[in-house]
């Protein structure tokens, strides 16, 4: 977590890169979830966190910059698909703990976005 906040703030610092940062913040914020669920006992997936984040941080670019990313989208969302069965598979985690991270992974982007996009 200190990684991301130390990442993010020093990438939202740099005027030209500050869409970057949003990535960054949302895995600190998504990571917080995470922990305070831990705290719970409750794991969550965090191979899911890191591609819904990923995945909905190219949907925020998409809209952002004006540009079409749907073919990077529709496959980031099917690698997400293949992990989350892997996952599955291999009884690593139950369709809950992956539900919790898919959902927590984007949360976090898509708020660290309302936050720092203007």
């Known amino acids: 977590m200190f990684i991301s906040f130390f990442l993010g703030s020093f990438i939202h610092a740099i005027l030209d890169y500050n869409a970057l940062s949003i990535f ?4 600190l914020i998504a990571l917080g979830m995470t922990y305070l669920l831990l705290l719970l006992n409750f794991k ?4 899911l966190i890191g591609m ?3 995945t909905a941080y190219l949907i925020i670019l998409s809209l ?4 079409n990313l749907i073919s ?4 980031f969302i099917f690698l997400t698909g293949i992990l989350a ?7 690593s985690h139950s369709p809950m703990e992956i539900l919790v991270g898919i959902i927590f992974g984007a949360s976090g982007v898509f708020l660290s976005a309302s936050i720092f996009l203007k």
């Open 24 to 27: 960054f913040f949302g895995s």
């Open 44 to 47: 969550t997936s965090l191979h």
């Open 52 to 54: 819904s984040g990923f």
């Open 64 to 67: 952002y910059f004006n540009t």
């Open 72 to 75: 990077f989208i529709a496959l």
């Open 85 to 91: 069965t892997a996952r599955l598979v291999l009884k």
